[in-house]
């Protein structure tokens, strides 16, 4: 099965899912608003959670603590409030990712060496685009679809299932949704020579991970890129994506990962979150940092993120 096909938006008409029916219903609302509109509403989303969302407020105080050292506490306080208002405004482009019409970003997206995806594409052996957690998350794959490159998406089953339902649905519009877990179904789609995006850039927990710097601070890390690469020797392009600083438009942009594979599970562990960190920096408030990315400590029992709120 591809994503959550069999679910059907009937599955879930009882009441316990009218608040996220009503949730979906303004979006769709907003969405349809003018782009700058949907930007502001956004923005004001994002501030009015920054008060209300006190552990998440403290969850990205210390990720850009830690991230950030060479900030002065008031530029990390402000980076802080910047995340809130761009992950909100990021919910806002889920809405016009599912949505809104395509051309309208056509005209409003750069395309950034793109040529070193075409050339990797030639060789046959599909593409995994390494990929991240950016506040743009879904956007970027109607972005990457404007390429005209076939691509599958790999993501984590939501506990929530109407809400498993609503994001397989909404991505089945410029990609193909692939659960994690389904490896045969990754290996069809690299034989294809299609794209898999994957970010590994998220605290799983110690199975399947090393510890190796992330912004110089140890940060469990998946080694699974390294086995997806040995599936079918398929090349690692890094897939970047971000709203332009004036906000009009998008930047979407594709580069290597040089040195992998490097022969060592770690070492290419390092180099994927060195990958990464470059990308990130290049609009450090447009990233998910209300995740707890060093949840995982070397040390069993130590919790960075346990302190009062």
Excluded at 61 to 72: A, D, K, R, Y
Excluded at 111 to 132: A, P, T
Excluded at 183 to 200: D, E, F, K, M, S
Aim: hydrophobic residues 40%.
């Amino acid at each position: 099965m591809v994503g959550n096909k069999e679910a059907r938006w009937t599955d879930f008409i009882a009441p316990k899912y009218w608040p996220i029916w009503l949730g979906i219903g303004l979006l769709r609302l907003i969405s349809a608003l003018p782009y700058r509109w949907g930007l502001a509403i956004g923005k004001y989303l994002g501030r009015t959670l920054y008060r209300l969302m006190k552990q998440r407020r403290h969850i990205t105080t210390v990720n850009i603590q830690l991230c950030f050292p060479e900030l002065s506490p008031q530029e990390q306080q402000q980076r802080v409030k910047e995340v809130f208002e761009n992950n909100a405004i990021g919910l806002i482009e889920t809405g016009w990712a599912y949505w809104k019409d395509e051309n309208f970003f056509r005209q409003r997206t750069e395309f950034v060496n793109f040529d070193l995806l075409d050339q990797q594409l030639e060789k046959g052996n599909g593409v995994i685009l390494l990929g991240w957690h950016y506040s743009c998350l879904d956007l970027a794959g109607l972005l990457f679809s404007l390429h005209g490159t076939p691509c599958s998406t790999l993501y984590r089953k939501h506990d929530n299932p109407m809400l498993d339902w609503f994001f397989v649905s909404g991505r089945q519009r410029f990609g193909f949704p692939v659960e994690r877990k389904k490896t045969r179904q990754v290996l069809r789609a690299l034989r294809n020579n299609h794209c898999i995006w994957y970010a590994p850039d998220q605290d799983l927990g110690r199975k399947g991970a090393v510890f190796v710097p992330f912004f110089g601070h140890p940060a469990a890390t998946t080694i699974a890129t390294t086995k997806m690469h040995a599936l079918n020797n398929s090349p690692l392009i890094r897939f970047d994506c971000r709203r332009k600083s004036d906000n009009s438009g998008y930047i979407v942009e594709c580069h290597n990962v040089e040195g992998f594979p490097s022969g060592s599970e770690e070492q290419d562990a390092i180099l994927v979150n060195q990958s990464i960190e470059e990308g990130i920096r290049k609009a450090p408030a447009q990233y998910m940092w209300v995740h707890k990315r060093f949840k995982t400590a070397p040390v069993r029992g130590d919790n960075i993120y346990k302190k009062q709120l």
